[in-house]
């Protein structure tokens, strides 16, 4: 487990690390906006449907009856179901996909319904929305593929294709937004080159594992299985993305800046959530799908078991890390340009809220798994449904006192919320039971962190100084800040005995 998921995590830092120079980059040309603002809503609108289908319930409903099939039938009958599926998939996304293009005002009505108090605002995101939604058909083809690559242990391939949107956006804001009369829509027609790239870039290896899918018409016994297990996970899975976007919409109706200021301090928590979080429960649902479909009810537990204890140990720190340091980041990635001093401030508040929650979203991505390998759709959707209400009943508490913040708050109550229920649901069925070693182990981590705090509170410059600095004296600094405190962090572990090897063993 440990490799894969350095397998995927590396890839994937490489991935986020040029998604924050993409970032840096539509700050530095496009501030927070209108522009801004209209892009990050048409972008946001099919990414929400990618993950809702894709990434999210076909995901974690395909990839138990794949790894399933890969188990106990024929590499031909595993040939078959992929080729069914991809039938279906293919014919719902076109059909989506049609829907998103020619109605694009419509749904900018329902997902930013702020944005019809200003007609050039609202027509500029309806006609980018037009241009980025095909971009949910080519990329949920991608994860489609991820799905059967990751089955068959080949991680790094999926992990590695976001570079592709990361180096395509790059390039279009540069080079082919000022060419444009509108330079924003230079950013909507590179999602859509890059959707088209990130596919073929997957062919080859698909190829390369005989399961390069022929789309056809005959049923498989899978597909019924797959339709049963997708429709109660669509909803259960993507309950982290449906709180977002409803922070999107309720956003829309603040100051503009408010949905960039969201989406800046989002992609920051992203990261590790990605590097680590992603990483992780990409690794964890096939391995526990195929120790469920063999009845390995105790390799199934010791997986979870340490699957959670990598969540302690690297979560809890990147939580404190972000909260502490969350201003400094904003000010050294984005206070550029078109970015001002007032965004970066905007930005820094939602990210501190957004950080509390780190370790609820990472939480929920181990925790889902374990629902879905065993084929239990169910319970998860009560605990999403939870959630869901918890996070739209906080977005209007808050709302009023904190404006945007309060909207990055609501989704981290609602992250702990579902969390926390779908632990208390595993341990009732009796699913899972902590094995020994975990009092020792949150000691030690409690003393390590302790010693980090210490360090970023001491070492950390003031913001007013911070904003006096020069890009190299900010990128010099926070790197020796995070450099600095993982290295405490890690020497107060290491003097503690603590040996990660061992310690998943237990």
Not at 64 to 83: D, F, I, T, W
Not at 259 to 283: I, N
Not at 384 to 392: D, G, R, S
Not at 467 to 492: C, K
Request: hydrophobic fraction near 60%; charged fraction near 10%.
């Amino acid at each position: 487990m440990i490799k894969a998921a350095a397998t995927v995590g590396s890839m994937t830092m490489i991935s986020r690390l040029l998604g924050f120079a993409r970032d840096v980059i539509i700050a530095r040309y496009f501030g927070a906006s209108m522009g801004a603002d209209a892009f990050f809503v048409a972008f946001k609108i099919p990414n929400f449907f990618r993950r809702l289908f894709a990434e999210g319930a076909f995901s974690q409903a395909f990839v138990p009856v794949l790894a399933e099939a890969k188990e106990k039938r024929e590499h031909s009958a595993v040939k078959h179901l992929v080729n069914a599926i991809s039938f279906r998939l293919g014919g719902i996304l076109l059909i989506l996909t049609a829907f998103g293009v020619f109605g694009s005002s419509l749904w900018m009505m329902v997902f930013a319904p702020g944005f019809m108090d200003d007609p050039v605002k609202f027509d500029l995101a309806a006609d980018m929305l037009a241009i980025t939604f095909p971009y949910l058909l080519l990329i949920s083809l991608v994860a489609f593929s991820s799905a059967i690559m990751n089955t068959y242990n080949q991680f790094a391939v999926p992990a590695f294709t976001p570079v592709f949107l990361n180096l395509v956006l790059i390039s279009f804001a540069v080079w082919v937004s000022p060419l444009l009369d509108v330079p924003v829509m230079a950013l909507a027609w590179g999602v859509l080159v890059a959707g088209v790239v990130q596919l073929l870039f997957h062919l080859p290896f698909l190829y390369k594992l005989d399961l390069l899918p022929h789309p056809s018409r005959k049923t498989d016994p899978g597909v019924g299985e797959v339709k049963r297990l997708m429709l109660p996970a669509l909803f259960g899975v993507s309950v982290a993305q449906i709180n977002l976007l409803i922070d999107t919409v309720l956003a829309s109706f603040l100051v503009t800046g408010s949905v960039s200021w969201l989406y800046y301090s989002d992609r920051l928590m992203e990261f590790p959530l990605g590097v680590f979080g992603v990483a992780l429960a990409t690794v964890v649902l096939p391995g526990l799908s195929k120790k469920a479909a063999n009845q390995d009810w105790q390799g199934f537990q010791h997986d979870l078991d340490s699957a959670l204890r990598l969540v302690l140990l690297i979560g809890l720190p990147a939580t404190l890390g972000l909260l502490l340091l969350a201003q400094p980041m904003v000010a050294t990635l984005f206070f550029y340009g078109e970015f001002t001093a007032h965004d970066t401030n905007m930005a820094s508040m939602s990210l501190m809220a957004y950080s509390f929650g780190l370790l609820g979203f990472i939480l929920v991505k181990i925790l889902a798994p374990a629902f879905y390998a065993r084929k239990d759709m169910k319970t998860p959707v009560k605990v999403a449904v939870v959630a869901l209400v918890t996070n739209i009943i906080f977005n209007l508490i808050l709302i009023g006192p904190f404006a945007h913040v309060g909207l990055a708050a609501a989704t981290t109550i609602s992250a702990f919320v579902n969390a926390g229920l779908l632990y208390w649901y595993l341990q009732k069925q009796g699913v899972f039971k902590p094995l020994e070693g975990w009092a020792k182990l949150f000691l030690q981590v409690a003393l390590a962190n302790t010693a980090m705090v210490v360090f970023l509170l001491y070492f950390t410059p003031a913001v007013s100084v911070w904003h006096g600095f020069d890009v190299w004296n900010r990128l010099l600094w926070l790197s020796g800040l995070v450099l600095g405190g993982m290295l405490i962090y890690y020497s107060v572990l290491s003097v503690q005995d603590l040996n990660l090897k061992s310690l998943l063993k237990k």
